[in-house]
């Protein structure tokens, strides 16, 4: 059992039968769709320029000293903000729609509510960054935007997100698959983790440690359940898809899901050991962190198995849609691989309150969610807009500079990591050599920032210029 066999156009071709035609069910997607594509975009040149920023405010802290607008704290947290609700959000509630409306052969209708749901939450956001930049932050990661923003947020996820149920409730047909498994365990579990910790982190703060627990709950559930399992559902839809067969092995894949949302949603106290929670709380965490590896595995035997018989690896190299995705599911098995091992007390104890946490969230964040969208952006536009990618050029630039990016980022972050943490744990070196050991990795961050902006300029120049190209394919019947 596979979930869609049929050869896919793995170059960015438009679909078989010419560029002018669309099928019925991507008909109704293709407003809806570029509406959310084109704020992902916007959002992440704007992510990467702030990013610079803050990683060049880190070995040159009077960088834009001058303005208040500018300091550390504003910009680094506008990034993150601009990074995972502006990217993040926007492209995955585009490609998730895409990815329902395929599967279950669904006529997208009423799509303008969507759209609408769209323009709410990019207002909020926008709103939200502002407050940012005027100093109205929280000291709370991710949830660091006007607590009157977050109702705003929800309601524009019912309007947007939550359509993603409706494909499915709706579809003609009966047969599920595990794309469909894990876009409908994220939409159900993104409002309930975002409510519950708005709830207890901004508007109903308890004393003590809950709020911190509660914020790294949402944390955590935030970059698995919603990031970690969208990302997954792309991949089991077009490893399969663009190779043109089966998953092997595809009757482990419900065991993964099953696993992966059982286990996932309780690692958060892992990220707190040594901190003053219970200690069975702590181990709570620790043991399902050590689980977690669990779906990780089966989601390598799914994909990696497929990958590699008949020259699997050299058609994914050849397929520009493939190579983004096949580095999106490399990057998710090293992060669960690098969640388990180092959720251990000994090394949490060595690695706290460095990098090494930021490397690790770099690759599920951008090294999975980010390639992956990359990668689904690059077959379904060309689809949806009737055009060819303008340049090349652009898209081996593009490749290339977020995956060197990519690499240079997360070996700074975990080498960094590594080094200091494993210094400030020998009591004959100071705080001060310990601070001095992070120079070359801070620029080497900044070396990273300054290719993923080329990379993302690059993406938003071939995305741009194909949809001002776009020769408005409409609908004639063609069946999907």
Same mark, same amino acid.
């Given at each position: 059992?596979?979930?869609?066999?049929?050869?896919?156009?793995?170059?960015?071709?438009?679909?078989?039968?010419?560029?002018?035609?669309?099928?019925?069910t991507?008909?109704?997607?293709?407003?809806?769709?570029?509406?959310?594509?084109?704020?992902?975009?916007?959002?992440?040149?704007?992510?990467?320029?702030l990013?610079?920023?803050?990683?060049?405010?880190?070995?040159?802290?009077?960088?834009?000293?001058?303005?208040?607008?500018?300091?550390?704290?504003?910009?680094?947290?506008?990034a993150?903000?601009?990074?995972?609700?502006?990217?993040?959000?926007?492209?995955?509630f585009?490609? /998730? %729609?895409?990815?329902m409306?395929?599967?279950?052969?669904?006529?997208?209708? /009423?799509?303008w509510?969507?759209?609408?749901?769209?323009?709410?939450?990019?207002?909020?956001?926008?709103?939200?960054?502002?407050?940012?930049?005027?100093?109205?932050?929280?000291?709370?990661?991710?949830?660091?935007?006007?607590?009157e923003?977050?109702?705003?947020?929800?309601?524009a %996820?019912l309007?947007?997100?939550?359509?993603?149920?409706?494909?499915?409730?709706?579809?003609p047909?009966?047969?599920?698959?595990? +794309?469909?498994?894990?876009?409908?365990?994220?939409? %159900?579990?993104?409002?309930?983790?975002?409510?519950?910790?708005?709830?207890?982190?901004?508007?109903?703060?308890?004393?003590?440690?809950?709020?911190?627990?509660?914020?790294?709950?949402?944390?955590?559930?935030? #970059?698995?359940? *919603?990031?970690?399992?969208?990302?997954?559902?792309?991949?089991?839809?077009?490893?399969?898809?663009i190779?043109?067969?089966?998953?092997?092995?595809?009757?482990?894949?419900?065991?993964?899901?099953?696993?992966? @949302?059982l @286990?996932?949603?309780?690692?958060?106290p892992?990220?707190?050991?040594?901190?003053?929670?219970?200690?069975?709380?702590?181990?709570?965490?620790?043991?399902?962190?050590?689980?977690?590896?669990?779906?990780?595995?089966?989601?390598?035997?799914?994909?990696?198995?497929?990958?590699?018989?008949?020259?699997g690896?050299?058609?994914?190299?050849? +397929?520009?849609?493939?190579?983004?995705?096949?580095?999106?599911?490399?990057?998710?098995?090293?992060?669960?691989g690098?969640?388990?091992?180092f959720?251990?007390?000994?090394?949490?104890?060595?690695?706290?309150?460095?990098?090494?946490?930021?490397?690790?969230q770099?690759?599920?964040?951008?090294g999975?969610?980010?390639?992956?969208?990359?990668?689904?952006?690059?077959?379904?536009?060309?689809?949806?807009?009737?055009?060819? *990618?303008? +340049?090349?050029?652009?898209?081996?630039?593009?490749?290339?500079?977020?995956?060197?990016?990519?690499l240079v980022?997360?070996?700074?972050?975990?080498?960094?990591?590594?080094?200091?943490g494993?210094?400030?744990?020998?009591?004959?070196?100071?705080?001060?050599?310990?601070?001095?050991?992070?120079?070359?990795?801070?620029?080497?961050?900044?070396?990273?920032?300054?290719? @993923?902006?080329?990379?993302?300029?690059?993406?938003?120049? /071939?995305? @741009?210029? #194909?949809?001002?190209?776009?020769?408005?394919?409409?609908?004639?019947?063609?069946?999907?």
């Open positions: 059992m596979s979930q869609e066999n049929r050869t896919g156009r793995p170059r960015g071709r438009p679909p078989e039968g010419g560029a002018s035609r669309l099928s019925r991507e008909a109704g997607l293709r407003g809806p769709f570029l509406c959310f594509f084109t704020f992902a975009v916007l959002w992440l040149v704007v992510a990467s320029l990013a610079l920023i803050a990683a060049v405010k880190l070995h040159r802290p009077d960088f834009l000293g001058a303005c208040a607008l500018t300091t550390y704290g504003r910009v680094a947290a506008a993150q903000d601009t990074f995972v609700y502006g990217w993040g959000f926007n492209a995955l585009a490609v /998730n %729609f895409w990815l409306a395929q599967l279950g052969r669904f006529e997208f209708r /009423n799509g509510l969507a759209t609408l749901g769209g323009l709410a939450w990019n207002l909020a956001l926008t709103y939200g960054v502002v407050q940012v930049f005027r100093g109205e932050l929280g000291g709370f990661a991710l949830l660091d935007l006007p607590r923003v977050g109702p705003v947020l929800i309601l %996820f309007f947007a997100g939550l359509w993603s149920v409706v494909t499915y409730a709706r579809r047909s009966g047969h599920n698959f595990a +794309s469909q498994w894990y876009v409908i365990g994220a939409t %159900f579990a993104f409002p309930i983790v975002f409510l519950l910790g708005q709830l207890m982190v901004q508007w109903f703060p308890s004393v003590g440690t809950v709020p911190a627990l509660a914020h790294a709950w949402f944390v955590q559930n935030l #970059m698995l359940l *919603w990031f970690g399992a969208s990302t997954l559902a792309s991949a089991y839809y077009f490893i399969p898809k190779l043109g067969r089966p998953l092997r092995h595809y009757y482990l894949a419900p065991v993964g899901f099953w696993t992966f @949302f @286990f996932a949603g309780w690692t958060a892992a990220a707190l050991l040594g901190g003053p929670i219970p200690i069975w709380l702590q181990s709570v965490g620790v043991v399902a962190s050590v689980m977690s590896i669990v779906p990780v595995i089966i989601v390598g035997i799914n994909f990696y198995s497929t990958l590699s018989v008949d020259g690896w050299s058609r994914a190299w050849n +397929s520009t849609t493939l190579r983004f995705v096949t580095v999106g599911v490399v990057c998710f098995s090293l992060f669960g690098l969640s388990t091992v959720s251990a007390r000994d090394f949490s104890a060595v690695l706290a309150f460095t990098s090494f946490a930021q490397g690790q770099q690759l599920l964040t951008y999975a969610l980010t390639m992956t969208l990359f990668g689904a952006s690059y077959f379904v536009l060309p689809r949806l807009t009737g055009s060819l *990618w303008p +340049s090349a050029k652009l898209v081996h630039l593009h490749f290339w500079a977020a995956s060197l990016g990519l980022a997360v070996v700074a972050s975990l080498a960094g990591g590594w080094q200091v494993h210094l400030l744990a020998d009591p004959a070196v100071s705080t001060a050599q310990a601070g001095d050991a992070t120079a070359v990795w801070t620029l080497a961050g900044s070396i990273a920032a300054m290719l @993923f902006l080329v990379a993302h300029v690059a993406f938003a120049l /071939n995305a @741009f210029g #194909m949809i001002l190209a776009s020769t408005s394919p409409t609908s004639e019947g063609r069946p999907d």
